[in-house]
């Protein structure tokens, strides 16, 4: 096992400074070291998205992510995104149209959809649904995904003068 | 019938100005969810907690010749190695049978094995460590020494008497086998004008729940007590079972089940890695921690579906169809899982072929198999898919021998709205089903006329569309017919307690379990349209043994229809007796008083007399100021179980609309309708949500989920790249209407509406690839439809 490495990086805008192993992936990182548990591992593999997380702005999965790649970089979870409120409008809209069941997936959903919203103004429900198809969700059959997405977009477009 | 409410008498007690019943309301506590806030197994973190990693066998079926564990026993961090015999110590072996199933059998089972391994993936030795990472490292340190052994894999050759038998005591490797014949079969088909005969066949595929199998057990050794966080559908099933096999009370065993990743039918058994678990918690008395990677849970988590089954249909030349008789063969893996067996499944498609239609002549056998392959059992839908997809297969194939449209043999032979009560010939009780106001229904919501214009107009263009209808029937609210009369400690009844608060707010426990239904959501509307209590103000408590009613919990579409029920009648109890302490506050009567929007109002003209926050601060701190003799009880218990039905049988039909890409073999699903009915819609958009995503799982088997074993019964694509699941991208919305016959044998009238959905997708989509292949003369019946079997009945490849 090869020695630890020291890295610091912007978490949700704190300061993290920690020593991780070199192979420690971000999502463990996230869970394990700073129990921001938000961050959920579906696959462990880099298929399912339910890790997905924001890193300097680009959504990456979590667990295809080492810890110490993030060395320097400014890091955004689903915790981080919800206190900010920069979402506040998506969760609502996916809490009225019953868009989460489980919720494992939501948290990866979320960020992924927010990711689409802030790149097109008026993406269609195919456009939709084609940014959120590295995201699994075994509950809802991603209908009620891609209304409350859609809704969003309308919602933000409308607020837009 | 078709338009609510249908028994308005009957629903008075929900039927009221600021009810919550059939309304659209946010399910509560979801914010929870949304802000990654919730609480799953996966994230649970107790003091001293050790995380157990499992050393699984890579052979079929080998001997286990020597486990080496010394190497890593000296890894830094490891806390201990435990093999099957050293667990032996502090937990029994088990049988999955119940009595019910007549003639079904099986091995004892372990939590890991001795001796000898049955399926790739069988754990073989646990490894405990300070950390998962360091467990993970030890498990590759385990020597273990094999003697492979020949494996059975296929389940066509699993009853040869060339075909070794796997397990020696039981003296073949028949499971299970059922026969039934009813009515006159043989004359029947005599009598008909054409008679098709195929072979459908289902691939064996898996739950995939996002978050996976997770467990932490906590044994206290000095209050001796054991509490297992559990992602589980059934917590007090687990509670029996883990007391059981450990040689506990149950009251000794506490389940806890916060928020779960996922379950649909994969987490309603008892998996020999959670039993394990258990067992290492009370042999190392400290808490344990098992979370199965991706590639555990496509190896260890219950399959399903594995089915081959002859179809035959016999009809006449008016599309009145004769007789259904069908041959079902599946394998289940090397033992039946345990506590509700693995002959459920093959059971149910007996049970079930034919259901939606007239005749009264059916003959099935069905045989289940031991096999080499991971154990397979109870999923979503239990057995509806492959007895929907044989019947709705045979039914077109014979509309299409007699020249007849789809939809007009089906209304020739549905069984009529105006026919029930009847019974199926396979025995199965219909209260009220309403298959031809569904069809009605559907034929207009999909424009069927209009899509079967625009298909033929396509095929001169060279556009190969297809148009599947699929009707269908669907177990719900079961009884103790299904497990508690085998012999199975599995309840079938489930209790609810609801109490009003010292501050007027309602505490309301259940013992039906979330797992993002909308169990918690659906409580709370009946309680609070019952009490005239905002849902605001009213908390519900799931998931845990210590605090809830004993109860069955949620599976097999049973949440809304018996949990619902007691929660309604607890409800009503407690409204009687908040109203009897209001009168006496008031100097009123009972019956001149109401409760609406949080407060005791007059019945007569909804005058606020007295909020229900003061009423319990009188109850609670000045009971004092009550009338002589008086002793409030704010606190009411009920519980409820079907006593006049075994099963509350639900309806509906599904349709699919999509095209085939004759070159590529690709289908591209282009628009799905479900028209369903579950009796009272307590939340339509949950009822409608929990149809789409069971149709999204009907189609995940129908175009791509398959667990591939090679000869040698290794499963050759156990991760998410290469075993396929429905994505965003290749789903159609999905439109859902509803009929609504309630269940007059509870006050609430609610059936399941969980599994509808999985049930018929698959057929429809396979009828719609039929009838767009209809042009070539081809037909397929084999699922998943993957390009190479569109491309092999089209003689391409």
């Known amino acids: ?161 | 019938m078709s338009s609510p409410p249908a028994n308005k008498t009957a629903l008075s007690e929900l039927d009221r100005p600021n009810s919550y019943i059939g309304k659209v309301v946010p399910r509560p506590n979801l914010d929870r969810l949304l802000q990654g806030r919730g609480l799953y197994v996966s994230d649970i973190e107790l003091p001293r907690m050790a995380h157990v990693v499992f050393v699984r066998s890579p052979h079929a079926h080998a001997k286990i010749v020597a486990v080496d564990t010394g190497a890593a026993k000296r890894l830094s961090g490891v806390i201990a190695i435990v093999t099957g015999e050293e667990l032996a110590s502090v937990i029994t072996p088990w049988v999955g049978v119940l009595s019910h199933l007549k003639g079904l059998k099986s091995a004892p089972q372990r939590a890991i094995a001795i001796g000898r391994v049955c399926w790739q993936g069988e754990a073989v030795a646990a490894v405990v460590a300070v950390s998962r990472a360091i467990a993970e490292d030890a498990a590759e340190m385990v020597a273990v020494e094999y003697e492979a052994l020949e494996a059975v894999t296929d389940m066509r050759a699993a009853l040869d008497p060339k075909t070794p038998v796997i397990h020696a005591s039981l003296g073949d490797n028949l499971a299970f086998e059922r026969v039934l014949d009813a009515g006159t079969v043989d004359a029947a088909f005599g009598g008909s004008d054409e008679i098709v005969e195929v072979e459908f066949v289902f691939g064996r595929h898996t739950g995939v729940t996002l978050e996976p199998r997770a467990v932490v057990a906590d044994w206290n050794s000095a209050e001796a007590r054991l509490t297992i966080y559990q992602g589980t559908q059934a917590p007090h099933m687990v509670q029996n079972i883990a007391a059981l096999h450990l040689g506990l009370e149950e009251a000794q065993v506490r389940v806890v089940c916060k928020d779960v990743g996922g379950s649909f039918g994969i987490k309603v058994h008892i998996y020999a890695d959670e039993m394990a678990t258990y067992a290492l918690a009370k042999l190392l008395r400290r808490p344990i921690k098992f979370v199965a990677d991706r590639v555990e849970s496509f190896n260890t988590d219950i399959h399903a579906r594995d089915h081959r089954c002859m179809g035959r249909i016999g009809v006449r030349r008016d599309g009145t169809i004769m007789a259904f008789e069908i041959d079902d063969l599946t394998g289940i893996g090397p033992y039946s899982m345990y506590p509700r067996t693995s002959a459920i499944e093959a059971n149910q498609v007996v049970n079930l072929v034919g259901g939606p239609y007239v005749t009264r002549n059916y003959r099935a056998r069905a045989r289940v198999v031991f096999q080499n392959k991971n154990v397979m059992c109870q999923y979503r839908a239990v057995g509806h898919p492959i007895a929907c997809s044989v019947t709705e297969g045979l039914v077109d194939l014979a509309a299409a021998k007699v020249g007849m449209d789809p939809a007009e043999i089906r209304r020739r032979n549905l069984i009529a709205d105006d026919a029930y009560p009847c019974a199926s010939p396979s025995g199965l009780r219909f209260e009220l089903l309403s298959h031809h106001a569904a069809l009605n229904k559907l034929v207009k919501m999909m424009n069927y006329d209009q899509l079967r214009a625009e298909q033929a107009a396509l095929r001169t263009r060279n556009i190969h569309r297809g148009i599947g209808i699929a009707s269908f029937i669907e177990v719900t609210n079961p009884s103790a017919a299904f497990y508690g009369v085998g012999g199975a400690k599995i309840s079938s009844q489930d209790g609810v307690a609801v109490r009003l608060d010292a501050q007027g707010s309602v505490i309301c426990q259940t013992s039906i379990t979330e797992q993002g239904q909308g169990s918690e959501s659906l409580t709370a509307q009946i309680v609070g349209s019952v009490l005239g209590v905002s849902m605001s103000r009213v908390r519900v408590i799931l998931g845990d043994t210590d605090q809830t009613p004993y109860g069955g919990g949620t599976w097999a579409s049973r949440g809304a229809g018996i949990g619902g029920e007691a929660a309604l009648q607890a409800a009503k109890i407690l409204r009687k007796n908040i109203l009897d302490v209001a009168a006496a506050i008031l100097q009123s009567s009972p019956a001149e008083l109401d409760i609406a929007d949080d407060a005791v109002v007059n019945s007569a003209d909804g005058a606020p007399r007295i909020e229900l926050r003061e009423l319990a601060r009188i109850v609670y701190f000045r009971p004092d100021t009550l009338p002589p003799g008086i002793q409030p009880e704010l606190m009411a218990t009920r519980h409820y179980v079907p006593r006049e039905y075994p099963f509350a049988f639900t309806n509906g039909v599904q349709a699919s609309w999509l095209e085939l890409d004759t070159d590529t073999g690709f289908i591209k699903l282009l628009g799905h309708w479900v028209v369903e009915d579950c009796g009272t819609l307590i939340n339509p958009q949950l009822v409608d949500e929990q149809i789409r995503g069971g149709v999204v799982q009907g189609l995940g088997a129908a175009l791509f989920e398959k667990c591939i074993y090679d000869e040698r019964g290794q499963l050759t694509n156990a991760n998410m790249a290469d075993y396929l699941v429905p994505m965003a991208g290749e789903m159609p919305d999905i439109n859902v209407g509803h009929v609504v016959s309630p269940t007059t044998e509870s006050e609430l009238g609610a059936k399941g509406a969980g599994e509808a959905g999985t049930a018929g997708a698959a057929a429809a989509v396979a009828n719609a690839v039929n009838d767009a292949l209809k042009p070539f003369g081809a037909i397929v019946t084999e699922i998943p439809l993957t390009p190479q079997i569109i491309l092999s009945a089209l003689g391409r490849i």
């Open chain 1, 1 to 161: 096992m090869t020695a630890s490495l020291s890295i610091s990086l912007l978490v949700n805008g704190e300061r993290v400074d920690a020593i991780v192993l070199p192979r420690l992936n971000l999502a463990d990182f996230l869970r394990e070291h700073l129990k921001l548990t938000g961050t959920h591992v579906g696959c462990e593999h880099g298929v399912c998205g339910a890790c997905t997380v924001r890193v300097n702005g680009d959504i990456v999965r979590a667990c295809l992510t080492l810890a110490a790649q993030s060395d320097g970089a400014s890091v955004e979870t689903i915790e981080g995104l919800s206190d900010s409120g920069e979402i506040a409008d998506l969760q609502a809209a996916f809490r009225d149209r019953n868009a989460l069941q489980c919720g494992f997936c939501t948290p990866g959903m979320l960020i992924a959809a927010q990711d689409l919203l802030t790149q097109e103004a008026e993406p269609d429900r195919a456009r939709i649904r084609e940014h959120l198809s590295g995201n699994y969700c075994r509950c809802t059959g991603y209908h009620a995904i891609v209304d409350a997405v859609e809704a969003t977009a309308r919602r933000r477009r409308e607020r837009t003068p």
